[in-house]
């Protein structure tokens, strides 16, 4: 046995006197904060290590029973042990330091879209653990996240919505886990369950060219009229439609060409007339300035984002859809029509009048692959025709 005095710390170092020996380990003996004599294996052969982990240990225990100790000093004592060892630094990181590095990471490996979701969703969660988003990331429990996952739905948001947030949430967790950051994953699929949907028959429905026209009655301005013909006669997305810029419209050729912010895929879509005539009445900007300036760069989610906004004008119009899921929390029911509903109704309306399935695909961007590998793109003549067939939009309402 060596015993040993360091800041006034005594510590001695022993092996197993068992024979044969039990452990072929060093054991460090020392007095713990509480000042008994405790005996804890080194868990190493080496007895210079040993020697500084048991001195270690000593002045720790000292400093607590001094009510000297602080977290930093243990976090540095284990980083020190650890370098020693394994020759790298140990980094302790903190749920903030961990999920924004994990964030900075999925830049490169994902779309812009899907890269603002996580960001939203990783900047919810952390905002939701408060103080406690600064101290290690181990500390963050199941608890936690389903205090996180019941606020979301106490908030408004759908069963499908929560539950992507949380599919979202599990990413950087599991790569912690399986880096060896954390030792227990705290969003596992037993540890925190996701909603059961409630909802029944959530297929979109589509809108009449009548509707439409109500629609375009009840809209507040010339951009919000110009925006929902685009919706109906190009079957772009709500921010693909309100992001649209005058170098994608060729008057001439009377197309427009976009790269959809969801897919990346590049779509080609001739002009509808009656889309066409609108545009024509419009002052021409130069190259990327909005065709829709008042709508552009507005965010589509919010009490006066776009869907909203878009919601406001059907409850002026008088056209209402079913309720999908009733009205949870703040938020209000979900129903069958939004936005979303004129890219279905484009492409029901394409169907209607006989267009084929492939071509359809392809004025909506869905082709896939394979499917691109099967058909031949259809040319801009094809297309051109397909959407002269779509009906035009009365312009007068009719009675209600």
């Known amino acids: 046995m060596q015993n040993h005095r360091a800041n006034d710390a005594t510590w001695s170092l022993n092996k197993d006197v068992h024979e044969p020996p039990r ?26 290590l040993a020697q500084e ?69 990783v900047g919810t969660f952390l905002a939701h653990l408060g103080i406690k988003a600064d101290r290690l990331l181990r500390e963050v429990t199941s608890a936690d ?27 950087p967790f599991k790569a912690a886990h399986d880096n060896g950051l954390i030792d227990i994953n705290p969003l596992t699929k037993n540890s925190v369950r996701l909603f059961k949907d409630e909802a029944r028959n959530v297929t979109k429905d589509v809108f009449t060219p009548q ?21 109906y006669f190009t ?68 009490k006066n984002g776009l869907s909203a906004q878009f919601r406001r004008i059907m409850d002026k119009a008088g056209v209402k859809g079913r309720v999908l899921r009733e009205a949870t929390g703040a938020a209000r029911p979900h129903s069958s029509l939004t936005f979303h509903s004129l890219r279905h109704s484009f492409n029901s309306a394409l169907q209607a009048v006989g267009v084929g399935v492939e071509l359809r695909q392809e004025l909506v961007g869905h082709a896939s692959v394979e499917m691109n590998r099967r058909y031949a793109h259809p040319d ?9 067939l779509l009906p035009s939009i009365p312009t007068k309402a009719r009675g209600r």
């Open 235 to 302: 079957g772009l997305r709500l921010r693909d439609v309100t992001e649209l810029r005058w170098n994608a419209v060729d008057i001439a050729e009377g197309t427009i060409t976009v790269t959809t912010r969801k897919t990346r895929k590049d779509v080609i879509v001739p002009m509808h007339p009656q889309f066409a005539a609108w545009l024509e009445k419009q002052i021409r900007g130069i190259g990327r300035a909005a065709v829709f300036p008042t709508l552009a760069g507005k965010s589509g989610q919010g």
């Open 380 to 388: 801009i003549e094809v297309k051109r025709k397909a959407i002269s």
């Open 23 to 48: 452990s072929p380990f060093w054991f460090a003996c020392f007095r713990d904060s509480d000042g008994r004599r405790v005996r804890k294996s080194t868990k190493t052969t080496d007895k210079t």
């Open 53 to 121: 982990i048991a001195a270690k240990w000593a002045q720790l225990a000292q400093a607590g029973r001094a009510g000297r100790l602080t977290e930093s000093q243990c976090r540095n004592v284990i980083s020190e042990m650890y370098e020693r060892v394994i020759g790298q630094p140990l980094h302790f990181r903190t749920a903030r330091t961990y999920l924004s590095e994990w964030l900075e990471n999925s830049k490169t490996d994902t779309t812009a879209s899907t890269y603002g979701r996580y960001r939203q969703i």
């Open 145 to 171: 996240v389903k205090a996180w996952r019941d606020m979301l739905k106490a908030k408004g948001l759908s069963a499908p919505t929560v539950n992507g947030a949380i599919q979202i949430l599990r990413m």
């Open 211 to 231: 509707q439409i026209g109500e629609l375009l009655k009840a809209a507040p301005s010339d951009d919000w009229r110009g925006a929902i013909l685009c919706g």
